[in-house]
């Protein structure tokens, strides 16, 4: 069974960097298949999608986000990690690891996230 476990500093002052580890146990992080995503939830909000990089180097950001963001996979540890910086209170959200597939149906392409960490509270404030 696939599992990923999100970890790293609960409390980040503004203006620092926020980052996070992802850890995957059962399953290599070198399968190029899949991607490996990012997603928070701010509270009282939706969820938002950070972003995603397969362990070849194919990286996609939130255009709102992407001149802030960097993911990165080290295939030693089988781990993928999450740099966010110049952090405001508005990045404060529960932050989420999750394991992503694209599939082609037809002329379709879906993208589907069968894996999930269990998430982790970020807070930002001084």
């Known amino acids: 069974q696939v599992q990923l476990q999100e970890s790293g500093p609960g409390l980040v002052k503004p203006s620092q960097t926020l980052s996070l580890t992802c850890t995957v146990s059962?399953?290599?992080?070198?399968?190029?298949?899949?991607?490996w995503s990012w997603i928070r939830q701010p509270p009282g909000k939706g969820l938002e999608w950070i972003g995603y990089?397969?362990?070849?180097?194919?990286?996609y950001y939130s255009p709102s986000l992407k001149s802030r963001t960097s993911i990165s996979v080290d295939t030693s540890k089988n781990q993928f990690t999450l740099q966010l910086i110049s952090v405001t209170p508005e990045d404060t959200a529960v932050y989420y690891c999750?394991?992503?597939?694209?599939?082609?149906?037809?002329?379709?392409?879906?993208?589907?996230?069968?894996?999930w960490g269990q998430g982790t509270q970020v807070t930002v404030s001084s």
């Open positions: 059962g399953g290599s992080i070198t399968n190029n298949y899949y991607y």
């Open positions: 990089r397969s362990y070849s180097g194919g990286t």
């Open positions: 999750a394991r992503v597939a694209n599939r082609v149906v037809g002329t379709k392409v879906l993208f589907e996230c069968d894996y």
